[in-house]
């Protein structure tokens, strides 16, 4: 009883019900029996738009290796534009669990843990005999949450696409400040991310997704790493060897698809002005672009974001064509810092140069423009275009942050710069010299592809896990299983604990 000196808060809730498709599971378990009376089922995790593209080409390689396998939606991507992956990639049929996720962080957190428990639960009453692997993808809020879940739930690890993601910067980004860097600093900077072995963890940033994917591999019992990179991080961490796979990255097989499968629409249809041809030796040539898309937390502080949108403003008045998409955090800083007019003006200012748009909302209308010639540069800080530009050879790649989770883009194959958002001169100037051809990265060179050779990644992960489930292998956290004290025989769950 609460001592009278307390006052108390109630903490209500207003989740939404789960909401799930009962024949749907029922004739996935049924499947899985009809294999084995034990056989797992495999429930691919979507939440983002990221997770809707890059977790899609799992679904169809599940289907083509009689893999008993449906998805597991959290809904938090619910509306038109971020939910219409789900439509896009033709995976609703596959949907046997919408969460129906609502809120801000820690409410989308606090009712991740509580409701994957919870549908796991369910189905593990409904089919006793028959476990089930989620397989999460990357660094977002819901690979963080859904392990910890399932572990704390049922006693169960899962799998992860795109594991081993850690934020990397080069050490020389030490000696940097928000004053006016001199040319000569600049090219100094740039060309000082060669260097492999001069590069120094710093996982602060991209927030949340580094304590994500950190917590993410805790509850992780089989990963799957984009490149060795990302297998030597979670080697260094402890986590065994032998559950470790470097795959490649399935946002390859994605753009195969969208490239085989165009959307019926075009983009070019949408925004006509980003198609407009000029005249050179006879011959029509599009007008080159560069796309600009930011919208990391770190990146909407308010001195950074100043920095980026007046390095913005600037390219567009000494005449770069430059299409920026506002995400709806993107919309939120900009009111937030009063740019709206600014940005309003501009565009009025400069209608052949200057457009701003809202997320696209076809994956498909990204890979048409990258493909279209339309696009030279892309200016970004997300985490995942920073891998698909090594897919198109004809877009430089530009990261405005102070590291980037995919380093090897940077020393390996040699594309992607990092741009700091600390000063707008930081930022012009180096799309300066990449328009010069100076930069190291050459857009005229065969991209060396580090992510693996589209319409094969995904099919590889699937076969592995079919490997696992055709010898039952089970998903427990215990170190006799993993030492095989007991020969695979013990496979003992931990949810009655």
């Not at 957190?109 to 989620?134: Q, R, T, V």
């Not at 009111?335 to 696209?360: C, M, R, S």
Request: aromatic residues 10%.
């Amino acid at each position: 009883m609460l001592n009278d000196k307390y006052s108390s808060n109630k903490i209500t809730t207003n989740y939404l019900p789960i909401l799930f498709d009962e024949k749907l599971i029922y004739d996935t378990f049924k499947s899985a029996q009809s294999i084995e009376s034990a056989y797992p089922v495999l429930a691919i995790v979507t939440g983002t738009k990221p997770d809707f593209y890059k977790q899609a080409p799992l679904i169809a390689e599940a289907a083509k290796e009689n893999v008993p396998a449906f998805v597991i939606d959290t809904g938090q991507h619910y509306d038109e534009v971020l939910g219409h992956g789900i439509k896009e990639f033709g995976i609703e049929n596959m949907v046997a669990c919408n969460m129906q996720i609502r809120g801000s962080l820690m409410e989308k957190a606090s009712e991740l843990l509580l409701k994957f428990a919870h549908f796991g639960k369910m189905c593990k009453d409904m089919h006793p005999y028959n476990s089930i692997l989620p397989i999460v993808h990357g660094d977002t809020l819901v690979a963080g949450i859904t392990p910890l879940s399932w572990l704390f739930g049922l006693g169960q690890k899962v799998a992860q696409n795109e594991a081993g993601l850690r934020s990397m910067s080069p050490v020389t980004i030490k000696n940097l400040g928000y004053s006016d860097p001199t040319a000569e600093q600049i090219e100094s900077f740039v060309h000082s991310q060669i260097d492999e072995k001069q590069w120094f963890l710093t996982r602060d940033e991209p927030f949340p997704e580094q304590v994500d994917t950190w917590i993410c591999s805790a509850g992780t019992q089989y990963f799957f790493a984009p490149t060795a990179i990302n297998a030597q991080n979670l080697i260094r961490e402890g986590y065994p060897e032998e559950n470790i796979y470097v795959v490649g990255n399935s946002v390859v097989d994605a753009i195969e698809i969208k490239r085989k499968n165009r959307s019926p629409s075009s983009i070019f249809d949408i925004y006509p002005v980003l198609g407009t041809q000029y005249t050179n030796n006879n011959n029509l040539v599009r007008q080159e672009w560069i796309r600009v898309d930011i919208h990391r937390r770190e990146n909407l502080t308010k001195r950074r974001f100043m920095a980026i949108i007046k390095a913005v403003i600037q390219l567009v008045e000494i005449g770069y064509k430059v299409v920026l998409i506002k995400l709806t955090a993107t919309e939120h800083a900009l009111i937030k810092y009063g740019l709206v007019e600014t940005l309003d003006k501009l565009a009025l200012d400069h209608p052949h140069n200057f457009v701003q748009t809202a997320l696209w909302k076809d994956y498909g209308h990204v890979i048409e423009f990258l493909d279209s010639g339309s696009c030279w540069m892309e200016l970004t800080d997300s985490g995942s275009m920073q891998e698909e530009l090594l897919y198109f050879p004809k877009v430089a790649s530009v990261t405005v942050r102070l590291n980037t989770d995919r380093p090897e883009t940077v020393f390996d194959a040699m594309d992607n710069i990092l741009a700091p958002p600390l000063n707008p001169k930081w930022i012009v100037e180096i799309v300066k010299l990449a328009a010069q051809d100076r930069l190291r990265p050459s857009t005229k060179k065969q991209k060396k592809r580090l992510y693996g050779e589209p319409g094969t990644v995904s099919q590889n992960i699937i076969q592995i896990l079919k490997k696992y489930f055709d010898e039952n292998s089970g998903f427990f956290p215990w170190l006799h299983n993993r030492l095989r004290f007991d020969k695979g025989k013990d496979t003992e769950e931990a949810s009655y604990l």
